[in-house]
């Protein structure tokens, strides 16, 4: 079955259904685009992006009704409204008890398209809305709990537009969601919206991936990370790759019901290096690490003093080496932490500490060291470093240039900024 001129559906063993390609791709050449089946913008994000077709700019024109969604022009909204009007007058009628979850607001427009929707649209061209994996049969009792919750939510929240399918018919949807669903994200990785794409559903996972997926407004663009010959899978990366063996299927399991074997996954070839702890005359004890972390974690995201983060990552400093994954995952929270209270010498402090380990660690034309590069440029720009500056953004836009294509306008927005800084 065929999606693009160079693409194919097949039944790969032990895997079911995947995507190949059958000719020749070139590093950075696009293999598909896919446009979103149904996307919905994060509410953190209101009045910076318009909501139907993601464009960042100042000026954005809001709803008259509701006052709370934004949008480039009257095209926009007009051509939002069937999906805008699942929340507009609800919004305004339960006022701050309006609190659906991103994942409910998803899953409300999917029943929208689906009912106005009958024939397939262009991103079902070989994997159908409702063909995509569920695995409702593995969620535990937890997970089970939280779809009822949004199940309920939905209910209470749209149900003056919508007709809802039986229970479990719902209950198989959002679960489908949770598997198949994907988050939109910024040129710095941050959470833009969420969206679902039948087609890019199909595409299985590896710790050695083929491709990678970046978004243009509310498409997806699906482009080679490495050359590829004909025969080979089109792989993508379901999770982090920063984190080693053990820690990346851990994951996988718990959100995708799977186990990866990829070569990676078989000989743990970097997991040496993901793991390193400083010298210590006694072992430690596995316990006490969790612990540490754990705790380091809780500090860092209940956003308590910057102290705080600064003892737990000492703490942490005596036993783990800084290229350790767990020591990375602090000090980029840390970085996080600095950024959000205006304290731009201490973020590059620890952006400086992270790019090293990143650029080992993660595969070549990772947008993780893409985003760090566009961050610790952008601050020391702000800090009247400009060499260091443009140095840094040079280096990400070398990556974005093939993970997000030369015309794409994160890349181009990028060479403006560089030009006129």
């Given at each position: 079955?065929?999606?693009?001129?160079?693409?194919?559906?097949?039944?790969?063993?032990?895997?079911?259904?995947?995507?190949?390609?059958?000719?020749?791709?070139?590093?950075?050449?696009?293999?598909?685009?896919?446009?979103?089946?149904?996307?919905?913008?994060?509410?953190?994000?209101?009045?910076?992006?318009?909501e139907?077709?993601?464009?960042?700019?100042?000026?954005?024109?809001?709803?008259?009704?509701?006052?709370?969604?934004?949008?480039?022009?009257?095209?926009?909204?007009?051509?939002?409204?069937?999906?805008h009007?699942?929340?507009?007058?609800?919004?305004?009628?339960?006022?701050?008890?309006?609190?659906?979850?991103?994942?409910?607001?998803?899953?409300?427009?999917?029943?929208?398209?689906k009912?106005?929707?009958?024939?397939?649209?262009?991103?079902?061209?070989?994997?159908?809305?409702g063909?995509?994996?569920?695995?409702?049969?593995?969620?535990?009792?937890?997970?089970?709990?939280?779809?009822?919750?949004?199940?309920?939510?939905?209910?209470?929240f749209?149900?003056?537009?919508?007709?809802?399918p039986?229970?479990?018919?719902?209950?198989?949807?959002?679960?489908?969601?949770?598997?198949?669903?994907?988050?939109?994200?910024d040129?710095?990785?941050?959470?833009?919206?969420?969206?679902?794409?039948?087609?890019?559903?199909?595409?299985?996972?590896?710790?050695l991936?083929?491709?990678?997926?970046?978004?243009?407004?509310t498409s997806?663009?699906?482009?080679?990370?490495?050359?590829?010959?004909?025969?080979d899978?089109?792989?993508?990366?379901?999770?982090?790759l920063?984190y080693?063996?053990?820690?990346?299927?851990?994951?996988?399991?718990?959100?995708?019901?799977?186990?990866?074997?990829?070569?990676?996954?078989?000989?743990?070839?970097?997991?040496?290096?993901?793991?390193?702890?400083?010298?210590?005359?006694?072992?430690?004890?596995?316990?006490?690490?969790?612990?540490?972390?754990?705790?380091?974690?809780?500090?860092?995201?209940?956003?308590?003093?910057?102290e705080m983060?600064?003892q737990?990552?000492?703490?942490?400093?005596?036993?783990?080496?800084?290229?350790n994954?767990y020591?990375?995952?602090?000090?980029?929270?840390?970085?996080?932490?600095?950024?959000?209270?205006?304290?731009?010498?201490?973020?590059?402090?620890?952006?400086?500490?992270?790019?090293?380990?990143?650029?080992?660690?993660?595969?070549?034309?990772?947008?993780?060291?893409?985003?760090?590069?566009?961050?610790?440029?952008?601050?020391?720009?702000?800090?009247?470093?400009h060499s260091?500056?443009?140095?840094?953004?040079?280096?990400?836009?070398?990556?974005?240039?093939?993970?997000?294509?030369?015309d794409?306008?994160?890349?181009?927005?990028?060479?403006?900024e560089?030009?006129?800084?």
């Open positions: 079955v065929w999606l693009e001129a160079g693409l194919e559906r097949f039944d790969s063993p032990g895997k079911g259904r995947s995507l190949r390609v059958t000719r020749p791709f070139k590093l950075g050449e696009l293999l598909f685009s896919c446009p979103a089946y149904s996307y919905v913008l994060s509410l953190e994000e209101r009045g910076c992006y318009c139907s077709c993601f464009t960042r700019k100042n000026g954005l024109a809001k709803c008259g009704k509701c006052h709370k969604a934004f949008y480039c022009n009257v095209k926009c909204q007009k051509g939002d409204w069937a999906m009007k699942l929340e507009c007058s609800a919004m305004t009628a339960f006022g701050e008890n309006w609190c659906p979850s991103e994942t409910v607001r998803l899953v409300a427009r999917i029943l929208a398209k009912k106005m929707q009958k024939e397939r649209c262009l991103s079902e061209k070989i994997l159908q809305i063909e995509m994996q569920s695995h409702i049969e593995d969620v535990d009792n937890e997970k089970r709990e939280m779809n009822e919750a949004d199940v309920a939510r939905l209910h209470r749209y149900s003056k537009h919508l007709d809802f039986d229970h479990k018919d719902l209950l198989t949807l959002f679960s489908q969601v949770a598997c198949n669903g994907f988050t939109i994200e040129d710095e990785l941050s959470h833009l919206g969420t969206a679902v794409y039948p087609d890019v559903a199909l595409i299985n996972h590896s710790c991936p083929s491709v990678i997926v970046t978004f243009k407004g997806a663009e699906i482009r080679a990370v490495k050359n590829m010959k004909p025969g899978e089109v792989l993508i990366s379901y999770i982090d920063l080693p063996t053990d820690d990346r299927n851990n994951r996988l399991r718990e959100s995708y019901y799977f186990t990866c074997d990829c070569q990676e996954c078989k000989s743990k070839s970097r997991d040496k290096t993901k793991l390193k702890v400083r010298k210590q005359r006694d072992p430690i004890e596995p316990e006490i690490i969790s612990n540490m972390v754990r705790y380091a974690r809780k500090a860092i995201r209940e956003f308590r003093l910057l983060c600064e737990s990552l000492e703490e942490m400093g005596a036993v783990f080496d800084d290229s994954v020591m990375l995952h602090m000090m980029y929270q840390a970085m996080g932490v600095c950024l959000y209270m205006e304290d731009p010498e201490g973020a590059i402090r620890y952006g400086e500490k992270i790019l090293k380990p990143y650029k080992q660690l993660y595969p070549p034309y990772s947008l993780n060291v893409s985003s760090m590069y566009l961050k610790l440029g952008r601050l020391y720009m702000g800090w009247e470093k260091m500056g443009i140095s840094a953004l040079k280096k990400a836009m070398a990556i974005m240039e093939v993970a997000h294509g030369k794409h306008y994160y890349v181009t927005e990028l060479r403006n560089m030009t006129q800084k």
